[in-house]
């Protein structure tokens, strides 16, 4: 183990691949976008799209800022930003770094002319996208050519009743589309519609969750969690009374091991990883080894904050070193 002050994230990049070999085969013949928004969800974008490039078709983003960094990294594939260009700005960036865009407005439409794109349509989910009916003037407002794709997010996808009334609205989204550009590529699925399989696969799917080792509400599978987190003890200190951190002692100790990780790590406060709550930038435990796994299942530590695995991995290597494991 690195000796450092950070807490130190273990990544396995072998079981994001193995993860990502099950999404292919899921997917069958599909496109296979991997989801690195957030930095790959807390693993690491720029290592977790090197090493599994060779066997995805593409990767999608959050932002731009998050693209242009793939490219820097040497990410050659295509990369699609989940978020509209918000200005010229963001359109002059995209083409620069040759990123591709979401278009979910005609205005949208007007300024992304001559950028490659993907329509987004809102079927459900009202988060971004634009409705079937503003389909034909968004097509118009496009330079045909650069129509790649056009896709929609499942909202509730464990629910078979709400999945069913998103896919029809989808279907028919897609064949008007695919009236324009017979070559756009549609796509429903997240990890939850790939789980679903069938109908729901379309031309391509992205995963996220799937390819960390973790699953959507509501589906059963077999992926490995990819990512360990581990804090280094700072102090062991005799037990001299009075308190436990910031916290009045509720019984008597001998000895008591430091940890240098906190809620400033991207840990919860309230949820103990050793006695009472934690500080800013340390915790104190009975516990006596070196290193202590402060996290290494990212269901189990969420359901003891009353959240799930996506907020949990994207917050606990915040400052963190990690160690990629090939």
């Known amino acids: 183990m690195y000796r450092m002050q950070k807490t130190v994230s273990v990544i396995d990049l072998r079981a994001i691949r193995a993860n990502a ?39 999608c983003v959050a932002i731009i800022e998050e693209g242009i960094a793939l ?14 260009p918000l200005d010229s700005y963001d359109v002059e960036r995209a083409k620069a770094y040759n990123l591709t865009v979401t278009v979910n407005s005609v205005e949208t439409a007007r300024l992304c002319k001559s950028l490659p794109c993907h329509i987004k349509v809102n079927t459900g989910m009202n988060r971004m996208g634009c409705g079937i009916s503003e389909l034909p003037e968004i097509l118009k407002a496009l330079d045909t050519e650069n129509v790649e794709g056009v896709y929609s997010h499942l909202y ?36 939850g519609g790939i789980l679903r399989g069938g109908r729901y696969l379309f031309d391509g799917v992205r995963s996220g969750i799937l390819l960390y080792g973790y699953l959507p509400y509501g589906f059963n599978g077999d ?6 987190v581990y804090a280094r003890r700072a102090q062991v200190t005799e037990f001299v009374g009075g308190g436990i951190g910031y916290n009045r002692a509720d019984k008597r100790y001998k000895n008591l091991s430091v940890y240098r990780c906190g809620y400033a790590d991207g840990f919860l406060r309230t949820v103990p990883l050793g006695e009472k709550t934690l500080c800013m930038d340390s915790f104190i435990s009975q516990s006596g080894e070196e290193y202590k796994c402060v996290m290494d299942n990212a ?3 969420a359901k003891k904050c009353k959240t799930i695995s996506y907020e949990v991995l994207t917050r606990v290597t915040q400052r963190s070193e990690k160690i990629y494991i090939r």
Do not use: M, W
């Open 21 to 59: 070999d099950k999404i292919k085969s899921l997917a069958g013949k599909c496109k296979f976008y991997a989801v690195v928004k957030a930095d790959a969800y807390g693993h690491g974008a720029e290592e977790v799209s090197r090493f599994i490039e060779d066997i995805v078709d593409g990767f």
């Open 71 to 84: 490219r820097v990294a040497g990410i050659s594939k295509p990369v699609l930003v989940f978020t509209p």
């Open 156 to 191: 509730a996808a464990h629910d078979t009743v709400a999945c069913a009334s998103q896919l029809a609205l989808f279907e028919r989204a897609a064949r008007f589309v695919k009236t324009y550009k017979p070559t756009a590529t549609a796509h429903l699925s997240a990890s």
């Open 223 to 228: 992926f490995n969690p990819a990512l360990k």
């Open 299 to 301: 269901d189990e530590y």
